[in-house]
């Protein structure tokens, strides 16, 4: 559904590629996490997902994305909106009304979403996301993790296949964030939407997400099944992103010679691991 190859791009005024050969397959339905660490690229490259570059940004680009067979330059970010939807990392810049629903209604008249389908859309974009009791309150009353949701029904309610999210949770606590991703989870199993989120948070990326893609200085270092990925701790570590304990426990064992049968990603996982080892 979306093909990068062989992409780069430095910005006009940049001394170096922000983004450096990326090469990035991402098929429809997939949950995918980005990581990596401040600088990396994993903003620029949701910018070059949704067409933000190169038509907002002007800079030198090489290679190409192509959304559904569309390459993103024969293309305009609007007309891609209506198939890619972002969530941008500062929601608060993204936001434009002061009621819940006129947020909703904003995009969905704004696209020029026939009439007689508003009401259906905001009503189910609202329920999809689990804030229906929230459609007449004012933003500013709202929590962190309840205006990330609204952001979240805003984009929804156009229908989008796919939904990049940057940092969604960087500004909430712990259970906030573990309900964001709840959310992406259902939204990706129940509507079939194709989910890319860039995160920080290693541990909710290791329990929610299914391929997990690591960016460093502009590259793609790891990417494939979340498993595999994380395979690769002590390198990961290098780069500042430090594994779940679980998961560098059985790596250090792997390299060892033990048989822990595949990464471990929670104290369950481990439990049966080492129960297995000590057994079997
Ligand atoms: N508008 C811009 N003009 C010039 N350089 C930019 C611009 N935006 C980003 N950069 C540079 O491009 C590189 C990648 O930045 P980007 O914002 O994509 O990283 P990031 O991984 O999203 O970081 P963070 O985790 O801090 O959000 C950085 O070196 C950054 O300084
Ligand atoms: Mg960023």
Request: net charge negative.
């Amino acid at each position: 559904m979306i093909h990068i190859e062989n992409l780069s791009f430095k910005y006009k005024n940049g001394r170096k590629p922000a983004l450096d050969n990326i090469s990035l397959t991402i098929h429809e339905g997939d949950f995918l996490g980005i990581i990596g660490g401040s600088g990396a690229g994993k903003t620029t490259l949701s910018y070059a997902i949704n067409g933000v570059i190169p038509h907002h940004f002007p800079g030198d680009f090489y290679g190409s994305v192509k959304v559904e067979n569309t390459d993103t330059f024969d293309t305009t970010p609007g007309s891609l909106s209506l198939k890619i939807g972002s969530v941008l990392q500062d929601i608060d810049s993204q936001m434009v009304s002061f009621v819940v629903e006129d947020e909703i209604l904003y995009g969905l008249e704004n696209f020029s979403i026939p009439g007689d389908e508003i009401e259906e859309r905001l009503l189910s974009a609202l329920e999809a996301v689990g804030i229906l009791p929230l459609r007449y309150r004012t933003i500013d009353s709202l929590s962190g993790g309840q205006k990330q949701k609204v952001a979240i029904a805003a984009i929804i309610a156009l229908r989008p296949k796919v939904l990049i999210l940057d940092e969604p949770t960087s500004e909430l606590d712990p259970k906030s964030s573990e309900q964001i991703f709840e959310l992406l989870k259902r939204l990706n199993e129940k509507y079939g939407i194709t989910i890319v989120v860039i995160e920080q948070k290693i541990m909710l990326l290791s329990e929610y997400v299914e391929k997990l893609a690591v960016m460093n200085k502009g590259r793609i270092i790891f990417s494939g099944n979340v498993r595999d990925v994380l395979g690769h701790s002590s390198e990961l570590e290098e780069i500042g992103i430090h594994c779940p304990r679980v998961v560098s426990l059985s790596n250090s064992l792997r390299d060892r010679g033990a048989d822990v049968g595949g990464v471990w990603i929670n104290l369950d996982e481990a439990e049966a691991g080492i129960r297995r080892m000590i057994y079997d």
